[in-house]
Every structure is written in structure tokens, then in C-alpha cells.
């Protein structure tokens, strides 16, 4: 599925779109809580995920290093607009990933509850 031609800005995903009505961006929750690092703790694990993305060769629905990009800037230019940087990379990475059904709505909804529930905890 490619950003020109599959419309994937038209898929909507209800854990992500509850992402961002939430509003937790790293500015805001690092104000929140005390923390003066501009960088979110997660942009270098999110950075990684896109280096081995794009050096994967497998059979999986993986989008090419292009392929990501021009989905992550349409998405964050359309869908995602509202998000600042590096949020709007974070879930327009998702999002291709779920359009191409690398991981599915349910899975990421139990990822988010582990991490919520490591952060309260």
C-alpha cells in the first residue's frame, strides 16, 4: 500500500486517534512531571525501529525506507497534523504499520496497557 496510491490517510484507527485526542506529547508531560530533556525517552527507540525497517529484507509487509517516509510525511501532514514532532513520526509509523497489518489494533491496545500500567506502577 503506498502513500499515493492506497489512501492511507483514509484508514481510521481508533487507538491512535485516541492518542491524540489525549494530547500527551512529550512537552506536556515532561512539564507535567519535572523533566527538562526536550528529547522523549522512546525517540531513540522509535529512531532504531526506523533504521531496522529500513534495512529489513523480509517477507513481511515492510515498507521500504520510501515508503516510510512519504507515508510518515503524508500522514503527519494530514491525519496526524495535530501532533508535534516526533509524536506525529511515532504514530504515523503505526499507522503503516497497521494499514499493512505488521502488528493489528488489539495488539497495539495491549502494548499501550503493559506501558501505561509500567508508568503508574
Known amino acids: ?6 489512501g492511507i490517510e483514509h484508514l481510521e484507527i481508533g487507538a491512535l486517534k485516541n492518542i491524540v485526542e ?4 512529550w512537552s506536556r508531560m515532561a512539564a507535567k512531571w519535572g523533566v527538562e ?11 532504531g525501529m526506523c533504521d531496522a525497517l529500513d534495512q529489513a529484507a523480509c517477507d513481511a509487509e515492510v515498507p521500504d525506507f520510501k ?10 501532514a494530514t491525519v496526524y497534523s495535530n501532533l508535534p ?8 509509523l503505526a499507522h ?11 495488539e497495539l491496545k495491549q ?7 509500567r508508568l503508574e506502577a
Open 1 to 6: 500500500m503506498s502513500a499515493g496510491g492506497g
Open 67 to 76: 515508503e516510510r517516509r512519504d507515508e510518515e510525511d503524508l500522514l503527519s
Open 22 to 25: 489525549r494530547g500527551q506529547v
Open 96 to 106: 503503516s504499520l497497521m494499514a499493512r497489518g505488521v502488528i493489528d489494533e488489539a
Open 37 to 47: 530533556n526536550p528529547v522523549p525517552p522512546w525517540k531513540t527507540s522509535l529512531d
Open 111 to 117: 502494548r499501550l496497557t503493559r506501558i501505561r500500567a
Open 85 to 92: 514532532y516526533p509524536e506525529n513520526q511515532l504514530v504515523s
